[in-house]
């Protein structure tokens, strides 16, 4: 027998405390009058207060509690009550012309990945994924990401899906927020790229861990995503504060020489490039600071006084050799022989694709 699902009571009204004021008077067996004597107030303002036109004060709850017996903090509740089911309902109204915005969101993908909980009201979803963003409405949700300074909207696919794309980035910008950071060192989180280079030779369940923690010692926190559909981008760079980065990967069908690519190609933003700009890897060159990126991976991973060499390999081992004299993985080798060459097919069984429990 399946259980029924039950869904919280989220009434569409609000009782004001004054209805409960005005049983307890008429309990009591007292008039108007009477209770605005003995409390010291005005009918009229006992009037607005049945009403829910004037709220219950700490003083006047003070003065309920002496005439009637029943405690200040039962009128202070209802009153606080009242007041947050009115804020309820104004916001509800108001969310309520932001519905259409939810269809451009990723929802699904997003209560897959346990960001929003499943069987919602759509006011509630909404409400839920604004709070995922951040953002108290949907109008800051378009002023912080579709401000012109967002170097982001450079990105077709940025320009044409927001949704998953801003999606895919605040995922990492989460992650990144809860991982520790010593502040931003650039000296040190250059010496720990030299490390991570070497770490190349290793499979990911040995080097995601220590690339994590030695990034997070230079002020630099790692996250790595798993792809959204319809924002099909290598990775992202995004300063959290003065003192923290965040370097942004995807995790699809990455194979090893693509993988360390894209981390030293954002590690060059990190170093070279403005703290006030989100940098996204869509694989276009049309902005001098993604060419220069990919100058400063390229270089890093393989010298490119090394080019010639490697285009001049002829077998498997030619390509292992130099890889150990390079303290790289042979995959990295093997994807710079295919890049030079064009001959995608040759040394193919040498690129390792990772496997990620992520």
């Not at 405690?71 to 209802?78: A, D, G, S």
């Not at 999606?167 to 520790?180: C, F, H, P, S």
């Not at 230079?218 to 992202?236: C, D, F, H, I």
């Not at 390999?313 to 004299?325: F, G, T, W, Y």
Request: positive net charge; contains cysteine.
């Amino acid at each position: 027998m399946k259980h029924k699902k039950k869904y919280g009571f989220a009434p569409d009204y609000a009782v004001p405390p004054g209805k409960t004021l005005h049983e307890v008077m008429v309990s009591l067996g007292m008039s108007q009058r009477e209770m605005a004597v003995r409390t010291g107030l005005t009918v009229q303002t006992l009037i607005r207060i049945f009403k829910g036109d004037q709220p219950i004060s700490y003083e006047t709850a003070n003065r309920l509690e002496l005439v009637t017996g029943v405690p200040v903090r039962y009128w202070n509740n209802l009153e606080l009550q009242y007041q947050e089911q009115l804020a309820r309902l104004a916001e509800s109204k108001r969310l309520q012309s932001d519905l259409d915005w939810l269809q451009t969101i990723p929802v699904k993908e997003l209560t897959e990945r346990k960001y929003l909980k499943p069987g919602q009201e759509k006011i509630e979803l909404l409400r839920e994924t604004l709070a995922f963003y951040g953002v108290c409405s949907v109008r800051a949700w378009h002023e912080l990401w579709d401000a012109p300074a967002v170097a982001a909207r450079r990105s077709q696919c940025f320009e044409s899906q927001p949704g998953p794309a801003s999606a895919w980035i605040r995922q990492g910008e989460l992650m990144a927020r809860e991982t520790e950071c010593k502040p931003y060192d650039r000296n040190r989180f250059q010496q720990v790229l030299q490390t991570l280079r070497r770490l190349t030779r290793e499979e990911p369940e040995n080097f995601e861990p220590e690339t994590k923690k030695l990034c997070a010692e230079a002020g630099v926190a790692l996250s790595l995503v798993r792809e959204m559909k319809n924002a099909p981008w290598n990775g992202a760079t995004r300063w959290l504060s003065p003192q923290k980065a965040m370097i942004l990967l995807c995790l699809r069908g990455k194979s090893e020489d693509k993988f360390w690519f894209s981390f030293f190609h954002e590690a060059g933003h990190v170093l070279h490039d403005s703290k006030k700009d989100l940098l996204i890897n869509d694989g276009s060159s049309d902005d001098p600071r993604e060419e220069r990126a990919n100058r400063f991976a390229a270089d890093f991973l393989i010298p490119s006084r090394y080019d010639e060499e490697i285009r001049a390999c002829r077998s498997r081992d030619e390509i292992v050799q130099l890889a150990d004299r390079l303290g790289i993985s042979p995959g990295i080798v093997a994807g710079r022989y295919q890049h030079l060459t064009k001959r995608w097919s040759y040394f193919k069984g040498l690129i390792r694709t990772f496997h990620w429990k992520v």
